[in-house]
Each structure stands twice: as C-alpha cells, then as structure tokens.
C-alpha cells in the first residue's frame, strides 16, 4: 500500500538568506515567524499617518476612511499618502470642510497631491460620501458602527454612503479597526493570504479551497505574544510583505527572505 506523505504545519525547515537550506533542517515555529515579521515589517497603516484609532476619536476616523478612500483605488501608495497629506496640510478633514470646498477646489487639492488619474471621479465621490455621511449619521463613523445590526451590516452600510465605495476600501477601512469595532469582520486582504501562504502559516488545502478565516491567523498571532502590536499590526505587516515583495517575486530583497516557502498554491492577487 502506498505511504502518504505527511507535512507537520507546525514546523518547517529555515531557508537561508542565499537560497539554501541548512541542513539537517531547523524547525521553526510559526510563533518565530510571526515574531520576526513584526520585529522588520511595520504594522498599521494608520499609525504612519499619525492617527490613533483605538480611542474611537470621530476625527480620527473620518481621517483614516478618507486614507481608505484614496488608498482604495488604483493607484500607488506613494501618491495616496502624498494626497491625504495635502488634505491635512489644507486642513480639509471634517465633513464641513470637505462639502465647503466643493468639487473644483476637491479637484485642485487631489492633483496637488499627484492623484491625477482619478481626480475628477473621486472629487464627486468625496462629496457624495461626506454629504450621505452628515445627513445620515451627524458625520460620525462611530454611528455608523451603532447603527449595524452585525459585520455584515456595517460593511453594507459603509457602501451604501456612496457610489464607488467597495470591498477593497471597506477591507482597508476595517481591517484597522478589527480590535476596536466588534463588528468590524472584514475578509482577510488577498495580499495577506498570499503573504501568510509564503510564511507557512497557512494549510495548503485551506488557501486553496477558500476556506481561510482570519481566526486561523489570529491563532497564530496569540501563540507569538508579541508585545505592544495587536492582530490589525499583524495583518497589515502581512499586506505590506504581499503587496511589496510576495506579489513582485522579489524573493533575493525580501525582509522575510529567510523564512520564505515560496508560492505554493496562492494565484497572482491585485489588491492593498
């Protein structure tokens, strides 16, 4: 009768920086990789923009859905950034100040801020959103989190605030405030899926079957006990690797190089 191979999830063997692997191979758990992923690769993208969302602070919110609005489109990372600081700079970060400065100067601002190819539509957006959002909710994201009978509820409701508003932005949104909104349930990024598949972190069969759910990672993330970082750090360390390194094949340069498996099952993913 034929032996089927098995593979410990556990544990696998460390490639070396170069390419090579030790040999005889040297476990490692997946609390190591986790633990090493956090130690080189930044976590929420929201604290890099100065913004501290676990205190729930109105303005706060806003600032980061606005982020996820521009990071939500096709358009590098570099630009959005750029963009929304131009927004802070001008001080247009309240729903008022937004509405008050109208489409033309919406427009000036976005390609101020390099974000040319999708000033016009996003111009319109803005306003569509900020308008649905102070009618709707006094301009108040936290009410919008009230309101929601459940996850899935809240993502809806975050649609419905305007045209153009979809899974990717609403993934953006969310995943940040995973550990501060029960309700906030968002799908795991594909960028994090493929990331966590080249770490082993992940079964084969579960990634490719799309059975994947963030309490698998999230089990993970409390076996590392890492200090002072919470799951939103983690997933966002993930979606950096897969959008910057994992997605590109940039294997020889990747931060993570040495824990690397490879792309076993994961398809090529567009996403942030």
């Not at 030790?22 to 476990?27: D, K």
């Not at 993208?45 to 990071?71: H, I, N, P, Q, V």
């Not at 539509?121 to 909710?137: D, F, N, P």
């Not at 069969?205 to 799951?231: D, H, I, P, S, Y």
């Amino acid at each position: 009768m034929r032996r089927l191979a098995t593979r410990t999830p556990q544990t696998f063997p460390r490639r070396a920086v170069d390419g090579a692997i030790p040999w005889p191979p040297q476990p490692v758990q997946p609390s190591d990789v986790v633990a090493a992923l956090m130690a080189r690769i930044p976590g929420r993208f929201s604290t890099e923009l100065g913004l501290t969302l676990k205190r729930r602070r109105s303005k706060d919110l806003l600032l980061w859905f606005l982020a996820s609005l521009l990071f939500g489109a096709r358009i590098s990372g570099t630009i959005a950034v750029k963009t929304y600081e131009e927004f802070v700079r001008r001080g247009v970060t309240t729903p008022e100040r937004i509405l008050k400065t109208g489409w033309d100067g919406l427009v000036a601002l976005l390609d101020a801020g390099g974000y040319v190819r999708y000033d016009y539509k996003t111009g319109t957006k803005l306003l569509a959103v900020m308008r649905s959002l102070t009618t709707r909710y006094d301009g108040d994201l936290n009410a919008v989190h009230r309101a929601a009978r459940d996850a899935r509820d809240l993502e809806a409701r975050l649609k419905a605030l305007g045209h153009g508003i979809g899974d990717v932005t609403v993934q953006i949104f969310l995943r940040e405030l995973r550990d501060i909104w029960p309700k906030a349930q968002p799908a795991l990024s594909p960028l994090a899926l493929l990331a966590a598949d080249h770490l082993r972190l992940l079964e084969p069969q579960a990634v490719r079957t799309g059975r994947v759910q963030a309490e698998t990672l999230r089990a993970r993330w409390e076996t590392a006990g890492v200090r002072n970082k919470t799951f939103s750090d983690f997933e966002s360390a993930l979606v950096r690797l897969g959008r910057d390194y994992c997605r590109r094949e940039r294997r020889q340069d990747c931060p993570m190089h040495d824990y690397c498996g490879g792309n076993r099952v994961h398809p090529f993913v567009r996403d942030k």
